[in-house]
């Protein structure tokens, strides 16, 4: 069964989460897509740093034999919280709780729980990484419904450049996820979305086709510098941010024949009242 456990838990990858968050935003919902991109980036830099705060050992740390070198190749640094368990929780719970259908409900949890028993089959967490990656994520899904991550003002542009000054401090020796979470966190607080998804299937899969190409074009595309300048935390701040503000507002602007332009949108779960 590893073959089938290890195909499961590659849906816990940075890649899936970047497509799937990507279409929700373009032909779902843009400000949820926007407000779920905070959740999730503020989700990421707190299980960062509770695994490198915490260091606890995965299982295979002790008993070697437990785990293949397939699955020890998909675990990254310390086991508590597990990441694959809390990301999925924050992404596909907050989908789930903007949308509201029973269907996505049930999609979701199946697709998390997978997730979450694809960890503890391949050997890579301990029971209780999981559940506090599962709970932690569960909370972030609710902020991206009840949470409210203003844009006002200063206050669009004043924190993303706190965050990429924060970056640029960042001791060489820093995991690399505190870079990136941050660069996250910049991006998705400065970009706002002003169009409307596209209605006819014809433009919905132009929008998903030419829009993920241009997405990986930057993720893949900025990968490809020097190793000792892209581990610098202000170029993987930057990287990571350039990736939201193209996904949030570039590909909607390049491709605006099948994303029509309006003003800047109120989140869906909220009202001008209560903005």
């Not at 456990?5 to 590659?10: D, E, G, N, Y």
């Not at 960890?119 to 909370?139: N, T």
């Not at 991550?149 to 820093?174: E, G, K, M, N, Y």
């Amino acid at each position: 069964m590893e073959s089938f456990w290890l195909a499961v838990t590659t849906l816990g990858r940075d890649e899936v989460f970047i497509v799937a968050l990507a279409l929700y935003t373009w032909l779902v919902r843009p400000q949820g897509g926007r407000d779920l991109g905070v959740a999730f980036a503020l989700s990421y830099l707190v299980n960062s740093g509770l695994k490198y705060g915490l260091d606890l050992p995965r299982p295979f740390v002790a008993q070697p034999e437990l785990a293949s070198e397939a699955a020890k190749a998909t675990a990254g640094g310390p086991g508590l919280p597990s990441g694959h368990a809390q990301m999925a929780a924050t992404l596909w719970g907050g989908i789930a709780i903007q949308v509201g259908r029973r269907g996505v409900w049930i999609a979701a949890v199946a697709l998390i729980g997978l997730i979450a028993v694809s960890r503890l089959a391949l050997q890579v967490h301990y029971p209780s990484d999981v559940i506090v990656g599962l709970l932690l994520g569960g909370l972030f899904a609710l902020s991206a419904r009840h949470g409210y991550f203003p844009q006002h003002d200063w206050t669009r542009l004043a924190l993303p450049l706190v965050l990429l000054a924060v970056a640029a401090l960042l001791p060489s020796s820093t995991p690399r996820e505190l870079g990136a979470g941050l660069g996250m966190l910049a991006g998705f607080w400065y970009a706002r979305p002003s169009f409307v998804p596209p209605r006819e299937w014809t433009g919905r899969l132009v929008v998903a086709l030419l829009g993920l190409v241009m997405v990986f074009a930057v993720y893949f595309g900025l990968s490809a510098l020097p190793e000792e300048v892209r581990n610098l935390g202000l170029v993987r701040a930057l990287r990571y941010a350039l990736l939201v503000v193209v996904a949030v507002q570039g590909v909607p602007f390049v491709l605006r024949r099948w994303m029509p332009q309006s003003g800047p949108q109120l989140s869906p779960m909220r009202t001008p009242a209560q903005v």
